[in-house]
Nanobody, 116 residues
Framework: QVQLVESGGGLVPPGGSLRLSCEAS????????MGWYRQAPGNQRELVAA???????NYADSVKGRFTISRDNAKNTVYLQMDSLKPEDTAVYYC??????????WGQGTQVTVSS
């Protein structure tokens, strides 16, 4: 069964840190370009950070210098280290697995709330 399971979300004060994890099963993880997206209430889902097909990384301008995406192929897991969190980072964060021409795979999402 193909599945992406996110974890690590929660409530954190402004300036705090969180690390999200996404464990994949049912896929050959190493061939997939993995990424993180987020969706705040009333907004469209947007890219946060992702690996490209050649292994480089892309970040949304709003998170550059604060967030870091990484992966451990031996653990079938992709991570998102989030530092210096801001209230505007509050959203549901989704893990994504992409390998053209297959359909993208999405996780169920994990809530991140940045508030004092």
């Amino acid at each position: 069964q193909v599945q992406l399971v996110e974890s690590g979300g929660g409530l954190v004060p402004p300036g705090g840190s969180l690390r999200l994890s996404c464990e994949a099963s049912g896929i050959i993880f190493s061939i997939y370009a993995m990424g993180w997206y987020r969706q705040a209430p009333g907004n469209q889902r947007e890219l946060v950070a992702a690996f490209t097909d050649i292994g480089s990384t892309n970040y949304a301008d709003s998170v550059k210098g604060r967030f870091t995406i990484s992966r451990d192929n031996a653990k079938n897991t992709v991570y998102l280290q989030m530092d210096s969190l801001k209230p505007e980072d509050t959203a549901v964060y989704y893990c994504n697995a992409r390998h053209v021409p297959l359909s993208p795979i999405w996780g169920q999402g994990t809530q991140v709330t940045v508030s004092s």
